[in-house]
């Protein structure tokens, strides 16, 4: 293994696990996002689904089912070795194998953060059982420092949504609805993740300036998103057409091309979030409050003004302030509470 440092655009048509240990060095790489192949014949799957596969690059390479323990366990304990301390892995699967993916990580000392479903549109239409229109993501981290989670990236603290929830607490659910990109006339890969999602992960697990690795470039989806957002990208790719095609598309694209496109959340709001709540801290939100009750605000617009006031969310003012009202007092709240979320 050549102990290299890596440029900003690298990619190799090789296979990525003895890819790996030719030309990327330990703990060199900050965020992996990739998408395996199946296991489940995905080169003969237009046979099985009446798919129009005019389009699509030939030669893409499947793994055997019998292979897909081992396989799955080498590819893994390679991409370990590559991340930094606190480097974050993105694996996106379906269920077929999973458990040879899981069991895989299960060998390694990464540490599990979510296991996440994406849901998406139009999955395979089926009469005898439910249709199938998810696939896993298992997010885990390497161990050793704290992993880069930019928990505002995409929507501040204070931001609602349309039904008036928080639109940061929405998007960190761990059950993403993302749909699918369909390219009619246009030449791809048999499988592309959406720029949405992969934007998502990016955005969340690293910074700008960043290493973003994918062990299986495919339609390089990931590294174009990557460079879109002005991160490094590293990867492999077997298929030797789509490798020579993609590598010239990647080339075209203009480092920060996405970054215009995203939306930019505004400042956060809550700026003293999560630090406690000192004793002339608590002192002066209670005589706020009292003043607002006294000029005749409700509970709840009160604590919508003491947010402001003292940079801090609905329940922790609110814990301030339960701290002196009555058992009465709360149960009348309960229901403009839940009115608020």
Known sequence: MKNK?????????????????????????????????????????????????????????????TDYPDFSLKWITEAERILKPGGSIYIVSGYTNLIHILNALRETNLQEVNHIIWKYNFGVYTRAKYVSSHYHILFYKKKGRKHTFNTYSRYADHERSDAGGSSNYLDREDVWQINREYKPGKVKNKNELPTQLLAKMIQYSSNEGDVVCDLFLGSFSTAKVAKGLNRQAVGFELNKTAFNYQVQEVDKLREGYLAGELRKPPMNKYVNGGKPVGAEERKNILASYARCVDNGMTKKASIANLSEEFGRGYWSILKVIDGTTNASSLRSDKEQQSRLF
Do not use: M, Q
């Open 5 to 65: 440092c890596l440029l900003r655009f690298e990619f190799y048509n090789e296979d990525c696990i003895a890819g790996c240990r030719k030309h990327i060095r330990d703990n060199s790489v900050d965020l992996i996002i990739t998408d395996p192949p199946y296991g489940i014949e995905g080169d003969k799957l237009d046979r099985h689904y009446n798919r129009n596969e005019s389009h699509v690059i030939d030669g893409y390479v499947e793994i055997p089912n």
